[in-house]
């Protein structure tokens, strides 16, 4: 058999090379979850990223109803310094009657965050939590007691790689 053509192996090259690129690429995590009624605190978290470099954690106690189905999904970037993690409700609105909420990221600091009290769903856009409903710090977003109206359907945060100090 004779050796490839120039052209023929720098487009085998090529193609090589994004394969392999395309393989640190992380593809995002959706992870569904329940949302319990009940008055209870409950937790969700998951880790992304190589070796769980990065850590999403979803707290809240709700009223009324009954279960909802959540999804939390979450992605890097290729050079694994940025990562999202995107807490919502896949059919729009949540009929729950959220008493607190909080998620928090792990080894990162966030960048941006938002808070929704209706996700986008077929026809309809996402509608944002007033700012004074909700605050965010380095680490976490969460509701702002006295000020949060109950109403939340979708957590969206940027965050980047925490550096580490020496």
């Not at 880790?47 to 909802?68: H, I, L, M, R, W």
């Amino acid at each position: 058999m004779a050796a490839p053509s120039g052209a023929l192996w720098t487009a085998l090259l090529l193609m090589t090379v994004a394969l392999a690129l395309a393989g640190a690429v992380s593809e995002p995590t959706t992870v569904p979850f329940d949302v319990r009624p009940g008055g209870v605190v409950h937790s969700f978290s998951q880790d992304v990223g190589p070796g769980g470099k990065f850590t999403c954690t979803f707290t809240y106690a709700s009223q009324g109803g009954t279960n909802e189905q959540w999804q939390m999904s979450l992605g890097t970037s290729e050079d694994s310094q940025h990562f999202t993690c995107t807490i919502w409700r896949p059919q729009g609105k949540s009929y729950l009657y959220f008493t607190q909420f909080k998620a928090e990221v792990r080894g990162a600091e966030i960048e941006y965050a938002m808070a929704y009290s209706k996700a986008a769903f077929e026809r309809e856009s996402d509608v944002p939590l007033k700012n004074e409903e909700f605050e965010v710090t380095k680490t976490a977003v969460s509701h702002r007691p006295g000020a949060f109206k109950s109403e939340l359907s979708k957590l969206v945060i940027v965050a980047k790689a925490a550096r580490l100090e020496l």
